[in-house]
Each structure stands twice: as C-alpha cells, then as structure tokens.
C-alpha cells in the first residue's frame, strides 16, 4: 500500500499526488435506513476514483456527503489535510468540489454558453451591489470569467452549438454541457454522477474520451459513480464498491475484479 503522502506515475504516465481527500468512518441514516455503514477511503490527487455498486448500494448517497448536499450521522470528511466542518454545497463548491447531476440538471430555456457561465458562479466577486458601484471591475471579470467558459467549450468541442438553447440538444450533448458547466468551476474534485446513464455507445466513448483528457490537461481529480462496468474499469485508477451501504472492495480495476465478494454481489449471491 502506498504511502498517502506519495506520489505516483501510473502506467500511462499520469502523475497520482498525495491524499486529497478522505472520508473516515462515514455513517449516513435516513430515518432507520442506514444507506451508508461505517465507510472509510481516500481520493488521491490527479486520480480518477470511480464508486460502483448494485442499485441502492449508497453510491449516490455517498456522493452527496462528498458534496456537501448531506452531513453525515457519523464520520469525518478531511479534506487538504483539514478535518471538513459542516457546511453548505455552496461552501464545499466554493472550496473546488464541483459536480455533474445524475438526471441533468441544466437551465433548459438557455444558451450552452450562458449554461456554462452558471459555473462560474463560485468565482464571481463582485455581488450585486458591487457591479452596481464599480462597473469596470465587474466587466473586467466578466470577460475574465467568459474566457474561461470559452476555453472549456472548445476543450469539450461544443463550440458549434455554444448559442443553442439547451432544450434543443440531444442527450448526449446535454451530458456534455453539464461536465462543461461543471468544469468552468475549474474544480479541484470533479463529481460526475453517472456521466454514461442512458448514453449510446457511441456517446459513452466521446464521454470517456472527454473524462480521460480533463484529467490529463487539466489534472482535475475526477470522483465518478457509474454503472457500466466496462467504462468503469477502462477509466479508473481505483474503485470502492459499495453493497447495502458497506464497502466491500477498495483497489484497483484488477483487484476488485478478482474480489470474491464483489464477484458475489454482482452476481446477486444472497446475504446473510
Ligand atoms: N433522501 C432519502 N430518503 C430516504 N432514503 C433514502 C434517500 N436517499 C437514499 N435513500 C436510501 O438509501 C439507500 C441508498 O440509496 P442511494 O441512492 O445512495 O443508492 P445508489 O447506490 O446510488 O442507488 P442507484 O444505483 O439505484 O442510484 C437506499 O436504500 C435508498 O432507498
């Protein structure tokens, strides 16, 4: 086992740092449903971390402890060496912690382009009041903050639709603009909440091209839950797998692949 201080290049030449992030112990109740047990384990820095598990295994209840949308019963959530106090999805998004929707969640009646800007939201200083006392400061990052939209809607290569409304996009697209909303965060963690759900295979090759080269321009660390395996083992440095709210695998795509109880719990192996 790795060191959480170390640094580490992957066989495809990417360099993995040190602990960003690490859930300790976490517990999450919902009345008497215990949708997370006493879950510990780490996101690296420049990783691509996926969660997997069969359907209500708390993946998706995970992910919102990540983003701040639910506070955990029980545990810790460190974060750049600091223990996380509670606070509000809008503080954790402030801290660079930006995610994608598992239905999509978009301002359909609006351009691609003004979508995106939405992700800049986190960045803008100057609230209402200061755009109203001092203009040039509020244009100067208005343009500043444009340019960072446009850069990652060329990197996305949605350009050609960048004044389409939203509502008149396929699927597919629609999945793009949210990682490209998501991304003008320019984030520190990506979350991306089933990024291949209802995708064709054609879409989730694009989808998993554009994940792998976010990762690799922009060194984002990427946090995904998916359903596909396939996308998933391609993808991922390391996999939790989650099963009624517990972990029961933590590695890489091979050693969760040879994991029996992983092997079990796809298979639907009745539990105790
Ligand atoms: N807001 C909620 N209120 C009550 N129970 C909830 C809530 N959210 C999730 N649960 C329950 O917690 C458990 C885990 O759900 P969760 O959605 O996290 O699983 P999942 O692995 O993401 O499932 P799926 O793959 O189907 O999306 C389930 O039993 C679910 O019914």
Redesign the pocket.
């Known amino acids: 086992m790795k060191d959480q201080a170390d640094s580490y290049v992957t066989d495809d030449g990417r360099t993995i740092g040190p602990v960003v992030m690490e859930m300790k112990n976490i517990t999450?109740r919902?009345?008497g449903?215990?949708?997370?047990k006493d879950i510990s384990f780490d996101i690296r820095e420049g990783e691509i971390r996926a969660?997997i598990?069969?359907?209500?295994?708390?993946?998706?209840?995970?992910?919102?402890v990540i983003s701040g949308f639910?506070v955990p019963q029980e545990g810790e959530v460190w974060y750049k060496g600091a223990k996380r106090p509670p606070m509000k999805p809008f503080q954790v998004a402030q801290q660079g912690i930006a995610r994608t929707f598992?239905n999509i969640a978009l301002f359909e009646g609006m351009s691609v382009l003004d979508n995106v800007m939405t992700g800049r939201l986190t960045h803008m200083e100057s609230g209402l009041l200061g755009q109203s006392i001092w203009k040039g400061k509020a244009e100067a990052e208005e343009i500043a903050n444009r340019e960072v939209a446009e850069k990652i809607i060329d990197f996305l290569e949605i350009q050609a639709i960048r004044k389409t409304p939203v509502a008149r996009l396929p699927y597919g697209l629609k999945k793009r603009v949210e990682l490209a909303r998501a991304l003008a965060a320019e984030p520190t963690i990506l979350l991306l909440?089933?990024p291949m759900a209802g995708m064709n295979v054609e879409e989730k090759e694009d989808m998993s091209r554009f994940v792998l080269d976010v990762n690799d321009e922009f060194g984002t660390t990427i946090a995904l839950?998916e359903?596909d395996m396939g996308v998933v083992m391609d993808l991922s440095d390391r996999v939790v797998v989650?099963d009624?709210?517990r972990k029961i695998g933590d590695g890489t795509p091979d050693e969760v692949r040879n994991n029996q109880e992983v092997i079990d719990a796809y298979l639907g192996v009745a539990h105790d």
Not at 33 to 36: K, L, Q, R, S
């Open positions: 999450l919902f009345g449903v215990e949708a997370i969660i598990g069969p359907n209500g295994a708390g993946k998706s209840s995970m992910l919102n639910y598992q909440d089933e839950i359903h989650m009624y709210g």
